[in-house]
């Protein structure tokens, strides 16, 4: 009996994870559509008018001035071309200066990429391939510990909300600081609310910045606050249509002014919108976790059926006892080997320990700091080791989501 | 103090690394591009004067309705080719305007123009962006299992590498796997099907989508008179989502790759903090705080700890 208990304590997290897998897929399909569905229902007669609109125009140009269409139609065609090379009436800022090329360089290696300016040649094309595979890790890195310094901030200024919640009086600054964090994230009650806090305050900052970059572009570039609040938007989560790009007239009142501001706003946005998007990804997860709550009886009926084709007997409790981190290594020994060779796993299990020092190194020392701490829980050791080896980009969700996995636990 | 200033020094080196490498590219990019600029700009003014030349048009009323054609421009109206039979919002054109959207590839050779377009272009991105990451994220953890560790497993096993070299050729392997299936298969694909596309374009696209930079200047499926235009909208789709998926594998093995190494020590500035933080209330594990100190004594000490940790578990 206490055989198939573990049994299905060791089934139960890889079927939650397949659901969650699953919905989490036919979710964003199902987003894609809706979203296909709105935008074609929003622009498609604003596009037959505008269609409309240039055939009665080019009709009127003809007969104004008696052109042959065709010839009209091959300038047209020739000055179109020329367009996508940058050339414009008005008179624009020269492309491939060096202010231009930085500020294309910087929204190719931040991954913006308004494509208001394009290499051309082959050689820019050979450059640009090279220089962005080294410059967008380099940003994402960049982003990324700009992320570990936001949260560390973050959870500082929470710290007296959980002393008041801890009631602890009398203790050390460095040591309250250091409990605050434990308390932080050894507890499941105390995560959503800081999960909450952290992307309250980053919604705060990112409109703050919005706010005021957008009232600088629609002063100076003549748009509407709308649409600078749009072009803000999608500068700052790097998606970069190029429909909307600051800085491009030839001259500007204040010119260098302006260009340091719109330099340094985007640096700030992309940070901020950076963070924002990673603690919404951790928000929707908890939605995802809180409906799987509601499906809890069919995943239940699920765990029976698949039952015996499961794992051995063994494996289940190591499972449960061990870390996240040894028992994904755990997984793939497991998998590798037969049911039946037990000891020759469990050798090769040593071997991972001998090889993993440094890892195994970090965790011993975590888990005797909470020890001594008085917080002996195995997910706070989690956290604090999934802390340490901060995830690249998404690798930061990884981790995070690891992590949160680990405290639902 | 010192291991902060240490960190302090390691950011602010970093930040200067990164705006040497910006400022470096810039000088590049400007050597390249700017004569072709001026070359254009050359031919655009003798091929105006000429026309000007072969009719009466006033050159006021012509730059007047150049703007014009601009405008129309933006609206994806365009004299170029013959646009009354394309519309670029049905909806697999709006489906891969969406999927550029959340995935921040962002080409731009569409954008929404009306006030509601752009207003839900916000709210839409601002859940989609996350959502998207979380989904690669997902879908990553799981490809990690079967190509990553399982090979370093059978590497470790069969060849007898130990896991430092057997993480170097599994990376190896893996990243020719995906410059071979990625770029160069699909860059053979594109310059097949897009006529004005050759090789180089098609891989300088390939690279310019699956690093989201998305410039814009080569978008698929936007040649007048594609055939089965919609299927290769959507085909496309799936290339720029699965290719994402790669990439962060890629991504993340390296940073695997980096961990075995202990390169990733070099960049965690706030790990150096933990550590000595930590290092004050371990009163009892006095004799294990030594052994990080010295690597080559590191060995002895943690073959019991490590046996001692594996029996505990066992009980």
């Known amino acids: 009996m206490a055989c198939r208990g573990s049994c299905c304590c060791g089934c139960g997290p890889v079927n939650e994870d397949n659901a969650r897998f699953i919905m989490l897929l036919l979710l964003i399909i199902l987003y894609l559509l809706c979203g296909a569905a709105v935008f074609s229902a929003l622009e498609h007669p604003k596009e037959k008018l505008a269609k409309e609109r240039w055939a009665q125009r080019f009709e009127l140009f003809s007969q104004k001035y008696n052109l042959n269409k065709s010839d009209l139609e091959n300038f047209l065609r020739h000055y179109e071309e020329a367009n996508m090379a940058g050339i414009r009436v008005d008179t624009l800022r020269p492309r491939w200066d060096f202010t231009g090329a930085f500020y294309f360089v910087g929204t190719v290696v931040s991954t913006i990429g308004f494509g208001m300016t394009t290499p051309a040649t082959v050689g820019g094309k050979i450059f640009l391939i090279f220089y962005g595979l080294i410059g967008c890790a380099a940003t994402i890195l960049f982003f990324n510990l700009f992320l570990e310094r936001i949260i560390t901030v973050l959870a500082f200024v929470l710290k007296s909300c959980h002393e008041i919640q801890r009631r602890r009086k009398g203790v050390l600054p460095h040591d309250s600081r250091q409990d605050s964090r434990l308390n932080h994230e050894d507890s499941l009650a105390g995560w959503k609310p800081s999960v909450y806090c952290v992307m309250l305050i980053l919604c705060v900052a990112a409109i703050i910045i919005s706010c005021c970059a957008s009232a600088m572009y629609s002063s100076i570039e003549g748009w509407r606050y709308l649409d600078s609040l749009y072009f803000c938007f999608v500068a700052f989560s790097t998606i970069g249509f190029g429909d909307m790009v600051s800085s491009q007239r030839a001259i500007y009142e204040n010119q260098t002014v302006y260009r340091i501001c719109n330099f340094l706003f985007i640096l700030m946005g992309v940070c901020c919108i950076y963070s924002l998007f990673n603690v919404i990804s951790i928000v929707i997860k908890q939605v995802l976790n809180w409906l799987l709550k509601k499906l809890k009886i069919p995943c239940r009926h699920c765990h029976r059926r698949s039952l015996r084709p499961r794992r051995n007997a063994v494996m289940p409790s190591h499972l449960r006892t061990r870390v996240r981190n040894i028992s994904i290594d755990t997984d793939a020994v497991n998998d590798s080997e037969t049911d039946g060779r037990r000891l020759s796993g469990e050798m090769i299990s040593m071997r991972d320990f001998l090889a993993a020092n440094k890892v195994n190194l970090a965790i011993m020392q975590k888990q005797l700091s909470e020890t001594a701490n008085g917080h002996p829980r195995p997910g706070g050791s989690t956290n604090r080791h999934n802390g340490f080896s901060g995830g690249v980009g998404a690798l930061g969700i990884m981790n995070n989501r690891l992590a949160e996995t680990s405290v639902d636990r | ?315």
């Not at chain 2, 003798?46 to 933006?74: D, G, H, I, Q």
């Open chain 2, 1 to 315: 103090m010192s291991t902060a200033f240490r960190s302090c020094f390691m950011l602010i080196g970093f930040i200067l690394a990164y705006f040497t490498y910006l400022l470096l590219g810039a000088l590049v990019f400007s050597a390249i591009e700017r004569p072709i600029e001026e070359s254009l700009k050359a031919d655009l003014s003798s091929l105006k004067a000429e026309f000007l030349n072969l009719s009466c048009v006033n050159s006021t009323a012509l730059e007047t309705f150049l703007e014009r054609v601009l405008k129309a421009n933006k609206y994806g109206v365009s004299v170029l080719e013959n646009a009354s039979l394309r519309t670029n919002w049905d909806l697999a054109s709006s489906l891969f305007f969406a999927n550029t959207m959340v995935t921040t590839v962002g080409y731009g050779h569409t954008t929404p123009l009306s006030d509601a377009g752009k207003a839900f272009s916000i709210v839409y991105a601002l859940i989609g962006v996350p959502f998207t990451m979380l989904v690669l994220t997902a879908c990553v953890q799981r490809l990690m299992h079967p190509l990553t560790y399982r090979p370093i497993s059978a590497c470790q096993r069969r060849a007898g590498l130990q896991q430092r070299s057997a993480s170097v050729v599994h990376f190896i392997v893996l990243l020719f796997l995906v410059v071979l299936c990625f770029f160069v298969v699909p860059s053979l694909v594109f310059s097949a099907i897009e006529e004005t596309w050759s090789f180089l374009d098609a891989f300088y696209f390939c690279f310019i989508s699956l690093c989201t930079i998305g410039l814009g200047d080569f978008v698929p499926a936007e040649k007048p008179g594609q055939s089965l235009r919609a299927l290769y909208k959507i085909s496309v789709m799936v290339y720029l989502f699965v290719g994402l998926m790669v990439m962060f594998l890629v991504l993340r093995t390296f940073h695997k790759l980096a961990d075995v190494y202990g390169w990733t020590a070099f960049f965690h500035l706030p790990s150096c903090e933990e550590d000595e933080e930590d290092k004050e209330p371990i009163i009892e594990a006095g004799p294990e705080d030594d052994s990080p100190e010295a690597e080559k004594a590191s060995i002895k000490p943690l073959d019991p700890s490590s046996q001692v940790s594996y029996n505990s578990i066992n009980r």
